[in-house]
């Protein structure tokens, strides 16, 4: 019975001793528990109830809910025995939750209603009550009834509003009061002069004045199951009189020092229960005592200028989001157990209560466990139209009653009054919104009710000054930022910056706490590849699902969370860091089923910790056997001191420990404090990738935090370099790295030099017209070049498109690993190159910090010519705004063209060179070492192809006029010249069997059959799926191992699902119908289904190729991607291909742009 106030009625009685009269201790005030067996029937909202109950009514149990899946109002009645109290007692009908409405019937006379839910109700039924058996019947209305009233939002998705039912939870009881009594106290300590204040609520029922005094003791309060007992008497405030006049009620407040007044916190939820007893003068036998006890923490919660404190130090909100969703809490072990499992899975310090004000239970259990709640109201996006006063009156009505019912909870540290309540669109909140003034209006008579702790509405910035925080959502991770944490160091998300022109700098006025209690919760399959390249295409189908989720997505959401945690962690300005929402099924590969990782989980609550220490930068390269220092900052955001050690050791790739050592850590409480690593590499024979291990170890050896970085280590001693090296036309950014080794044999030139000399085009080196058409030409004849220049690239080179994206990019993958430009490179030393692209404004500092990103000028990857991308990076898939997500950036491609090469490079490797970074200057090494040694060259010169079909001019493929010398025949046999060609095995068999390559495109069942008879070989045409749908085709394929044919093509070219945010499904498209199978010791499948296979013919070979990359596919993602799979195929069997020119030309970029257009606007309606 004890969450809240408990009572007491003292009867008097005197006692004599020396020192005069004492009140003996009193019973306990008659309460009588309403919870058990009722009788329920259907009703309207009218008629009074019945006389005699029906013999058809139901027995319903309480605690719980009840419906018939039609009806929308119920009576619920039972008979209670009141006893034979005297007369001049009251009686107090308490239901703490009463789903919905509630309208209240005692003995036949209605007594009132109100909107119950999570908010309590309290009625005095004392002119109805009679001595002995009371009927009492309510009349409960369900959501349904109420939402098309006046309050159209249920209080939760727990209070069993679905199917039209009804419900009685929590505490429901009857209170027999004395005349006067305490009907309510409010407890409110300071820390800071150590001083206790005690306001009680004194109700007199009588028609006559009342006078006495109040004591007010503290006791220490024993924990039970369900409730708690009292201890020893620890302080007593001074008795103060009181003279109620009749029919009234006043508040009378006592108020002393305590100094030894043991503090709540989280590591010591330490709780007290105040015993206010109200003694009458003068003592008369009709008058009984009445006592209330109140149990409460000594704590207090501010704010003082940025910071959110608790007992004056500053507080960091740490934790998730818990919601009940049809689930309520029954009983305070059930929710110790749930906060317990929370917070051990979130690591924090905090739990959310995501728009469900919880049972009392709930709160009573953080207060003991220390667990720090910030407790949102019902509100939701929903109201943002909501303009009826009725509406709001309801609504304040029931959100004041129960903060009125739980301000005494020390756990509670924040009330929200709504959860994105201006929200009109996607993800932002409106100053116009017309529930903004109603919503204002809510928070300050919250304020109202209890002062004692900070007010907001999440999401909705400073909500016009009523909310004690700036409320906004910040640091979205890769999903939005693809050079994350750029966004979090520039307070500007790409989506809000983009959308809705939201720049946190100009309205953050660093007035007050930053609450970010929502974020992270967004995820799709893109920022899966901004992170870890091609493989986060790897998932399963989407034909049978509306989601995508996968492993790889849910990684880079782990990795956004904990890389955001400690950006925003850095900041002082952020008072709560709280991701939300499902962070981590995905369906599993095996079955289908949902499923998570323990490790993900792990990785993305691991900067939770109370201790923690996060990297200044995210850089990963590092050379072997050199001096390496790092610097971290440690924090310390508990409210006790942190004394131990850092213990680091560098970890090879089979996690054996290479280097290792420890360092003292020594942190106050709530302290911030820099901390530089300082440590000499082991030596390495080759490049390598390595990890930085990291614990946070106390005295006795416990260890708080742990953390693994990558680093890509390179010996600085394997960089070698040609010598025959130029720069031209001019040095460009290369100025101040000329005299490096890398290059101190280069010399810069005005004009091209023979063929046998490497050429490299700086950054900035900007040449005209005519000198890239010379380098063309140069290229042509067979020399070899390595461009850096980003800013002023011709339209086309070698007859490859090339387009710049101005999207600045933090780390590159390795499209094409085995190409030997990259090959040996470490990933990691091809991310976050501190300082490489200068430095930017960084409001958290107030001062410009180096800048990470490894390219700004990134190159699209090209739809058409001979080109092989060697580096790739991802763009998110930010819904309404990214018009190419995906893999859809090249930094680094190789352009084949007449009898030479060249490598286009658009990552900073001159500035990366500046800042002595280990991957800039062996990407360097390496490139120009690769275009120095023709043996090493990937592919010859290009060649014209014997073409069959037209679907081959699309892709410009040049027709060969000569077969035999011709890089290879593509064959069309869908078409109907193709399918003649294909049917006389003399057009084409010789060729094959005496080394020739010939591409099979699109064949049928029985062009199958025909084909294996022809060759001899055990051919079979797989069907995969059908055209009625029952049976979905594959919508993309997997690669099943590495072949000179997949250079440049991975995953990302063969997931034909265009998904959007969550990893939604917008639109698919079949891959492939017919797959091909043959002999394991023979046939290559290359992708899964057969849809890619080679044959091997004698001395040469069939390709046969499945993919049905010609189809007229409406969706311009998916179209992109068959387009990129085409013309890499073909670019890898040698065929010379040549963009389209002139009037076709000019007619395609029409249509492209338009197509553009109309995709952008689908996609924004959706």
């Known amino acids: 019975m004890t969450r809240g106030l408990r009572y007491f009625a003292l009867l008097p009685c005197l006692l004599a001793c020396a020192a005069g009269g004492d009140i003996v201790p009193s019973r306990a005030a008659p309460v009588i528990p309403l919870h058990g067996v009722w009788r329920a029937g259907p009703t309207d909202a009218t008629v009074p109830p019945p006389i005699a109950i029906p013999s058809d009514w139901t027995e319903v149990a309480t605690p719980g809910a009840f419906g018939d899946g039609s009806n929308t109002w119920f009576w619920l009645v039972r008979d209670v025995d009141l006893g034979t109290q005297e007369t001049s007692r009251a009686a107090l009908l308490r239901l703490e939750s009463a789903c919905f409405l509630c309208e209240v019937w005692l003995n036949g006379r209605r007594c009132g209603k109100a909107v119950g839910g999570y908010a309590p109700i309290e009625m005095d039924v004392t002119a109805a009550v009679r001595p002995g ?5 309510l009349r409960l209305g369900s959501w349904s009834t109420v939402a098309t009233n006046r309050y159209p939002a249920p209080d939760s998705l727990s209070m069993s509003h679905a199917n039209h039912r009804v419900g009685l939870w929590q505490r429901a009881e009857i209170q027999l009061r004395p005349s006067v009594y305490v009907a309510d106290l409010t407890i409110t300590p300071t820390v800071d002069a150590m001083r206790l204040r005690v ?9 006559t004045a009342h006078r006495g005094q109040l004591h007010a003791v503290v006791h220490e309060q024993v924990a039970t199951s369900d409730a708690f007992e009292l201890g020893a008497a620890v302080f007593a405030l001074p008795p103060t009189a009181f003279d109620v006049p009749g029919g009234t009620q006043c508040v009378i407040r006592i108020e002393a020092e305590w100094a030894e007044a043991r503090l709540w916190w989280p590591h010591d939820p330490h709780l007290y229960a105040l015993r206010a007893e109200l003694r009458p003068e003068p003592l008369e036998a009709r008058i009984a005592n009445d006592t209330a006890i109140l149990r409460f923490g000594f704590r207090e919660v501010s704010i003082r200028g940025t910071d959110l404190r ?9 934790g998730q989001s818990m919601t009940r969703y049809g689930s309520p809490n029954h009983s305070k072990a059930e929710a110790r157990e749930k906060l317990k499992q929370n917070i051990a899975a979130s690591r924090g310090n905090t739990v959310r209560l995501h728009y469900d004000p919880m049972e009392q239970c709930v709160l009573d259990a953080a207060d003991e466990l220390g667990v720090l709640l910030l407790v949102q109201s019902p509100l939701l996006y929903t109201i943002y139209n909501e303009t009826r006063r009725s509406f709001w009156n309801e609504a304040r009505d029931q959100w004041l009653r129960y903060v009125r019912h739980s301000r005494h909870h020390p756990s509670v540290i924040v009330w929200a009054v709504a959860n994105e309540g201006t929200f009109n669109d996607y993800g932002i909140s409106t100053p116009w919104a017309p529930s903004r003034r109603f919503l204002m ?21 400073t909500l016009g000054g009523a909310s004690d925080f700036f409320d906004a959502l910040h640091a979205w991770g890769f999903e939005t930022d693809p050079a994350f944490p750029l966004s979090a160091r520039q307070w500007k998300c790409f989506l809000y910056w983009t959308y809705y022109h939201y720049d946190a700098d100009r309205r953050y006025r660093r007035d007050r706490p930053w609450s970010n209690d929502e974020w992270a919760e967004g995820f799709n399959l893109h920022m899966g590849g901004v992170l870890f390249g091609d493989q986060a295409y790897v998932h399963v189908d989407g034909a049978t699902r509306g989601d995508v989720r996968s492993y790889w997505a849910r990684l880079a959401q782990s990795t956004s969370t904990y890389m955001g945690l400690l950006e925003q962690r850095r900041q002082p300005y952020f008072c709560s860091i709280m991701p939300f929402g499902d962070r981590f099924s995905f369906w599993s590969l095996a079955d289908g089923a949902a499923t998570y990782d323990a490790q993900m989980v792990e990785l993305a609550n691991r900067a939770m910790a109370d201790v923690a220490v996060a990297p200044l930068e995210w850089n990963g390269g590092a050379w072997a056997g050199e001096p390496y220092t790092r610097t971290f900052e440690a924090m310390n955001d508990r409210f006790i001191p942190f004394q131990g050690r850092v213990a680091w050791a560098v970890l090879d790739e089979q996690t054996n420990v290479l ?28 490049p390598t990738t390595w990890q930085l291990e990291l614990r946070l170890l106390d005295r006795e050896g416990t260890e708080h935090y742990r953390d693994r970085l990558p680093l890509g280590v390179i010996p600085r001693a394997g960089l070698l370099t040609p010598t025959n090296v130029v720069i031209w036309p001019r040095v460009g950014t290369l100025t101040n790295v000329v005299a490096l080794p890398a290059l ?30 010379a380098l063309e030409r140069f290229v042509a004849d067979g020399g070899r070049a390595l461009i850096l220049e980003d800013e002023s690239l011709p339209s086309l080179f070698g007859g490859v498109p090339l387009r710049s994206a101005n999207r600045a990019m933090v780390m590159a993958h390795k499209k094409t690993p085995a190409h030997p430009a990259v090959q040996d490179i470490p990933e990691p030393a091809l991310r976050y190159w501190i300082g490489a692209a200068g430095r930017f404004y960084s409001p958290p500092v107030r001062q410009h910090v180096p800048n990470f990103a490894v390219a700004q000028r990134p190159l699209w990857r090209p739809d058409g010519g001979n080109v092989l991308t060697i580096l790739e990076a991802g763009l998110a898939g930010i819904p309404r705004l990214e018009r190419h997500p995906g893999l859809t950036l090249a930094p680094l491609l190789e352009i084949r063209h007449g009898q030479g090469r060249a490598l286009v490079c658009t ?27 023709a043996a090493r060259h990937l592919g010859g010169p290009p060649r014209p192809a014997v073409v069959i079909g037209k679907v081959w001019q699309a892709l410009g493929a040049t027709n060969a006029t000569n077969g035999q010398t011709a890089a290879c025949w593509l064959v069309d046999a869908a078409a109907p010249q193709g399918a003649r060609f294909l049917a006389e095995p003399a057009n084409w068999l010789p060729y094959a069997r005496e080394g020739g390559t010939v591409l099979l495109h699109r064949l049928s069942e029985a062009q199958v059959r025909d084909l294996a008879a022809a060759i001899g ?16 085709y594959p919508t993309r394929l997997d690669w099943l191992g590495d072949h000179p044919l997949r250079q440049g093509l991975g995953h990302f070219e063969t997931d034909w699902i265009d998904t959007g945010w969550l990893c939604v499904v917008k639109d698919r498209h079949p891959i492939a119908r017919l797959g091909v199978s043959g002999p394991a010791n023979s046939v290559q499948p290359l992708t899964s289904h057969g849809a890619l296979t080679v044959v091997p013919v004698g001395k040469g070979r069939l390709i046969v190729d499945q993919v049905c990359w010609d189809d007229p596919i409406r969706n311009a993602y998916i179209r992109r991607r068959a387009g990129e799979y085409a013309v890499q195929l073909l670019s890898n069997l040698g065929v010379e291909l040549q963009p389209p020119s002139g009037p076709a030309e000019i007619a395609r970029r029409c249509v492209a742009y338009w197509r553009g257009i109309t995709e952008r606007i689908r996609r924004m309606k959706r």
């Open 199 to 207: 306001d009680a609520t004194v109700v007199n029922t009588q028609a």
């Open 441 to 461: 209006e809510l928070a300050h008579k919250t304020r109202h009710v209890d002062p004692t702790r900070p007010v907001t509405s999440s999401h909705d910035y």
């Open 744 to 773: 101190s044999s280069a010399r810069a030139v005005r004009e091209l030099p023979d063929r046998a000399t490497l050429v490299v085009v700086p950054r900035r080196s900007r040449p005209s017209g005519n000198q890239w058409r």
């Open 659 to 686: 280097s290792a050592g420890e360092t003292p850590m020594v942190l106050a409480e709530t302290e911030h404090r820099r901390w530089t690593l300082a440590c000499t590499l082991p030596p390495a024979a080759a």
């Open 1017 to 1032: 070989m055990d051919l079979k045409p797989l069907p995969l799926g059908s055209a009625d749908g029952q049976s979905p």
């Open 310 to 318: 608790l007992n004056g130090r500053k507080l960091v909100l740490r």
């Open 133 to 137: 058996t009371n009927r009492l019947a």
């Open 907 to 933: 990552l900073l490797i001159a500035e990366g060179l500046a800042q002595d970074e280990p991957g800039a200057a062996a990407l360097l090494g390496r490139s120009l070492s690769y275009l120095a040694d």
